[in-house]
């Protein structure tokens, strides 16, 4: 089972064939799209407009911990900070979803029952994927039993970067088909795959075999996301809705900490894919410093005076 | 010398597109020597000459610009193979046409064949020495080369039947622009002569074109051609002729070179090639 | 909706006054006005300035022989050098006041005069200060010489970056200049006197003469001036070419363009676009080089027409002193008749126009980013510079076709290809008949790369080494 749609139902036929249709896609010039990313990072988004992003950033945010050190307690504290960002006040919006390994899911499941925050985890042997494919289905498998909504897998970079897209495309439809009503992300790892072309080709192969999302990074490699990375995604998304009718997210990780960047990002969105995609449902910030900075951010805006750490929460 | 024979005469005849046509107008004047003996009969070329001319240069251009320097190279030196093959014949014809002693037109001929061999490596150097890399701030691949400016009018010379010539042609050529000549117009038979040369010396065809006749009533018509890129008024004697032919060649924008003061017998710089050249720049982004 | 709310660069930071005098010799004259320099996206009048005439320029000149044979053409180029270091340093120092100042006289976008015009206006100066002490090596001879006194005549369209381009090389040389800026943005020049002021540059080195046609003419045919550099239309740079016919007068000539911007089936599509977008909307298409008439491969038209259409709905029109804003304000309401009246033709010539959705401001000089399709190259649209965001489309089926299509024309100042195919790219460049070749790129310009036009667009350089022979007697 596939989730391609009729036009492109026959580009995963055959390795072969799966080659030739991501080899046939339109290069990217690296100092073009580079220069395109840093020139949107010069809008100036001021006042009304800077709420305004500063909220919305905050519902993208997938709320994130993914240490050896996590326990319990730390992702309870974690989910409270995720459904009430800021206890001083009320009108500020929780973040999209938290983001755990599978073994913390149960616990972070009962944190968040009731909210309508999301919860996310990593799966599939994160973060280097390299595991027997059984063992990857099965860790998405407990995640999804135990509570998950989201699986966020990592390709099989190695399969990539190696050509032996036929079997990253199955592990990706493998992977969807263990998920059941879960929504799967699709992290490319793209600090590992090297140039922008590549970027793109696994960009189109993780949306031709299923994919809900298409994630930068796992966090554990630098670089992780950069705007460039992420404009080329951006336009990847938008060009498959246009070839296929199929809507598919976009989820920068890593690396994004302060409020200038994340309306950086914004501003990609909306001036690439377009208003279809700023919403929590299609763009989302893998991150875990950027919410305090977005919460002081977003203080500042309402009281006029620059904000001190000691005002908002840890983790 | 013996008088048993006649001797052959040769008709003196216009050079287009590697052929030698008479006028299109039927029309000769006559070339007296410098001591005022009939020489010969040189076609007088007309607008139409012109016209033919420029149209032979243009179609010649492609070709010519595009072979290598190295091929455009070994063509000017044929063409100074070719040209001391016939030493003799030239020396006789300058010495006539100039009024010069045997010794000195014999030196003017080697100094000719000299200059075919100096520009003849300046070929493959040309985008060496004038072209370069810039070192852009920024990630792009960013590079300089000289190429042809087109189809050059060059009015020679009036007193330097030979060696003026050669100074004012070859280094229009050699950077691949293709070329109409007037020839002096009082001293046109070495002129008529190397262009026999250049027909044996593997120069295509239409690379140089050149007409014999009177500057004055060819000059506007090559000044005001709109397919010519630009004219050498080095030949142009008459101040006011080259103020008017200056105004007739800025209806193209062509680029002019002015009359001045030569020493043909000194080396050259390089100004009379890079006049006739156009430094391209080239842009390209540097990624993976 | 994502709506950016007004981001204005505030204006606080320049001190216009109300009047102008010209600069001569080291000081400003009392201004005698004669002329109003307005701001085109408001038309609200900035100053007055001096119409120069025929005594002015006479003792603009007379300063300008007077400091060459002094001062400044004896000096030890190392010590020219450190004067253009300072002005450089100066322009960096004072440059979000030039980037204002900038935008407020030509309508330019406040984020091309922050970003582009000004640190290029800066990194010109840089790199011609290095020049000065070094031009023997410079491959213009083992004893290169100044000319003498440089009249220059400059555009509306990057008024201080045309500035640069015309001093910094003049006076590396050791030449020294009268220069007219153009008629609609002078201020810019104005602020740039006061910059030699700052400098100590010594007094007659840099003239600045203000005023329209008829002072331009009578600099460039002043007998005392030893050479002329004119960036502008071709048609006056015809003019300027017969009046110097028969002097001895030097002449370089940056003038019109009509540049092919050709896109091959296997571009970069979007980096593509983006260059298409720069190649015609920089600077609200005010620029000579401009890619303005886009060749595209039959096989992927429609495709790049598309995105190049979504493109376009995304540009921000309006307040030039906005940092969001993508395209600002016409410079004049001559020029701005002269991009209708062009665009008119289109229409009339059948000619499909389209335009993304936007609203222009009320008062100003404004025109919305325009595209013609099914253009050939028999419409006037095809053919003439029209100096403004309106880009003409044309088809091409083989390489051959394109080339043909992008060199029919008596204009050669740029063009632009774009292809992933690497000998494809080098084949194209070498065949198009352009000073300057953008692949994979467009609108690129640096102090090191050379600039300027095949047949109709001029001739002579501008930047990079060769850009210092318009500046050195042969």
Same mark, same amino acid.
Do not use: N, S
């Given at each position: 089972m596939t989730a391609t749609v009729p036009a492109l139902a026959d580009v995963a036929r055959t390795d072969a064939a799966l080659r030739t249709f991501l080899h046939g896609l339109p290069g990217v010039d690296q100092v073009g799209v580079e220069a395109r990313a840093a020139m949107l990072g010069t809008r100036s988004i001021k006042t009304t407009a800077k709420a305004w992003a500063i909220d919305l950033a905050i519902r993208m945010v997938d709320l994130t911990t993914l240490e050896g050190a996590d326990t319990p307690g730390k992702i309870r504290a974690l989910c409270a900070k995720a459904r009430r960002p800021d206890p001083a006040d009320p009108s500020c919006p929780a973040v999209a979803a938290v983001c755990v390994y599978p073994a913390l899911v149960p616990t972070a499941a009962e944190a968040l029952r009731g909210s309508g925050v999301h919860l996310a985890s990593v799966a599939t042997s994160f973060p280097s994927g390299q595991a027997p494919l059984d063992v990857r289905l099965a860790d998405t498998r407990a995640a999804v039993e135990a509570g998950a909504d989201e699986i966020d897998m990592v390709i099989n970079r190695g399969a990539f970067l190696s050509g032996r897209y036929l079997e990253v495309f199955e592990e990706i439809v493998a992977v969807k088909e263990a998920c059941g009503d879960a929504h799967l992300k699709v992290i490319l790892e793209t600090g590992e795959l090297a140039t922008y072309d590549n970027v793109r080709r696994a960009s189109w192969l993780a949306m031709l075999a299923g994919g809900d999302f298409i994630k930068t990074s796992t966090g554990k490699v630098a670089p992780a996301a950069t705007p460039a990375v992420t404009l080329v995604m951006l336009e990847a998304v938008r060009d498959f809705r246009a070839q296929t009718g199929r809507q598919v997210g976009v989820k920068p990780a890593g690396g994004i900490r302060t409020t200038k960047d994340a309306i950086k990002y914004l501003v990609l969105v909306n001036e690439t894919a377009g208003d279809d995609w700023l919403h929590p449902d299609w763009f989302r910030f893998g991150a875990s410093t950027l919410l305090n900075d977005l919460l002081m951010q977003r203080t500042k805006l309402a009281t006029g005076r620059y904000e001190g750490p000691d005002y908002f929460t840890v983790d | 010398m013996p008088t048993d024979r006649l001797a052959v005469r040769k008709t003196y005849k216009l050079f287009i597109g590697g052929a030698f046509p008479r006028s299109e107008s039927g029309r000769s004047y006559e070339i007296v020597s410098a001591g005022g003996e009939f020489l010969a009969n040189a076609a007088l070329a007309s607008r139409k000459d012109v016209r033919d001319a420029v149209r032979s240069a243009r179609g010649a251009v492609a070709a010519w610009s595009g072979a290598t320097a190295y091929n455009r190279g070994q063509i000017l030196y044929r063409i100074a193979e070719m040209l001391e093959g016939r030493r003799a014949q030239f020396a006789a014809e300058v010495r006539e046409s100039e009024g010069v002693g045997k010794g000195a037109a014999e030196a003017i001929v080697d100094a000719a064949v000299d200059r075919w061999v100096w520009y003849a490596g300046w070929s493959d150097k040309l985008a060496q020495v004038y072209g370069n890399a810039n070192p852009v701030a920024g990630p792009f691949f960013n590079l300089t080369v000289p190429e042809p400016t087109g189809v050059v009018g060059v009015v020679a010379p009036a007193d330097s039947s030979l060696l003026g010539l050669v100074s004012v042609v070859a280094p229009v050529i050699v950077g691949g622009n293709t070329c109409v000549v007037l020839a002096s117009p009082t001293r046109p038979l070495p002129a008529v002569t190397l262009t026999e040369v250049l027909a044996t010396s593997d120069l295509p065809g239409g690379v140089v074109n050149l007409l014999t006749g009177q500057t004055a009533e060819m000059g506007p018509w090559l000044a005001g051609h709109m397919d010519v890129n630009a004219i050498d008024l080095t030949g142009v004697d008459d101040h006011a002729l080259a103020r008017d032919l200056e105004v007739a060649a800025a209806a193209n924008l062509k680029r002019v070179r002015r009359p001045a003061a030569e020493d043909w017998a000194a080396e050259p710089a390089l100004d009379r090639m890079l006049g006739f050249l156009e430094p391209k720049t080239v842009w390209h982004p540097k990624g993976v | 909706m994502f709506e950016y709310a007004p981001a204005p660069e505030s204006r606080a930071i320049v001190d216009i006054r109300s009047s102008y005098g010209l600069f001569i010799d080291g000081q400003f004259t009392e201004g005698t006005g004669g002329r109003k320099t307005v701001n085109p996206a408001t038309e609200e009048v900035l100053a007055e300035v001096t119409e120069a005439g025929e005594t002015d320029v006479d003792a603009a000149v007379a300063a300008a022989r007077r400091a060459y044979d002094e001062v400044w053409e004896p000096m030890r180029g190392a010590e020219r050098a450190k004067y253009l270091y300072r002005i450089a340093r100066i322009v960096q120092e004072r440059a979000r006041e030039l980037a204002v100042l900038e935008t407020l006289d030509n309508g330019k976008p406040i984020r091309e005069s922050r970003d582009v015009d000004v640190p290029l206006v800066a990194a010109h100066f840089f790199y011609y200060a290095g020049w000065a002490d070094k031009l023997r090596h410079a +491959?213009? +001879?083992?004893q290169p010489r100044p000319i003498g006194v440089a009249g220059q005549v400059i555009p509306w369209n990057f008024p201080l970056l045309m500035l640069a381009w015309k001093i910094a090389p003049a006076l590396a040389c050791g030449n020294t200049v009268v220069l007219k800026p153009a008629e609609t943005t002078p201020l810019t020049a104005l602020a740039f006197a006061e910059i030699c002021q700052q400098a100590d540059l010594p007094p007659g080195v840099v003239n600045i003469v203000t005023g329209g046609g008829d002072t331009g003419r009578l600099l460039v045919e002043h007998? =005392? #001036? =030893?050479k002329v550099a004119f960036t502008g239309s071709t048609e006056v740079g015809r003019q300027i070419a017969k009046s110097v016919a028969g002097t001895r007068k030097r002449v370089t000539l940056e003038l019109g363009g009509k540049a092919a911007n050709i896109v091959f089936d296997d571009a970069p599509i979007d980096q593509a676009v983006e260059g298409i977008v720069n190649g015609i909307f920089f600077n609200q298409g005010h620029v000579c080089c401009a890619g303005s008439r886009l060749l595209v491969q039959e096989s992927v038209a429609e495709e790049l027409l598309d995105s190049l259409k979504r493109r376009m709905a995304r540009l921000r029109v309006g307040d030039p002193l906005d940092k969001n804003t993508d395209i600002g304000a016409i410079n004049s309401a001559a020029q701005l008749d002269r991009i209708r009246e062009l665009s008119a033709a289109g229409d009339e010539e059948g000619a499909q126009r389209w335009s993304p959705p936007c609203e222009l401001p009320e008062r100003g000089f404004w025109f919305a980013p325009t595209i013609f399709t +099914? #253009?050939?190259?028999?419409h006037r649209i095809a053919r003439e510079e029209i100096f403004g965001p309106v880009l003409s489309v044309l088809t091409f089926r083989t390489p051959a076709e394109a080339v043909e299509k992008a060199n029919n024309t008596p204009y050669g100042l740029s063009a632009g290809v774009w292809s992933e195919k690497g000998s494809r790219i080098l084949r194209i460049a070498d065949q198009l008949r352009a000073g300057v070749v953008w692949a994979n790129t467009f609108n690129k310009f640096d102090p090191t790369a050379p600039f300027g036009g095949y047949k109709e667009s001029g001739y002579g350089r501008e930047g990079g080494r060769q850009g210092l022979e318009a500046y050195l007697a042969h």
């Open positions: - | - | +491959g213009f +001879g083992p007998p =005392d #001036v =030893d +099914g #253009v050939t190259q028999a």
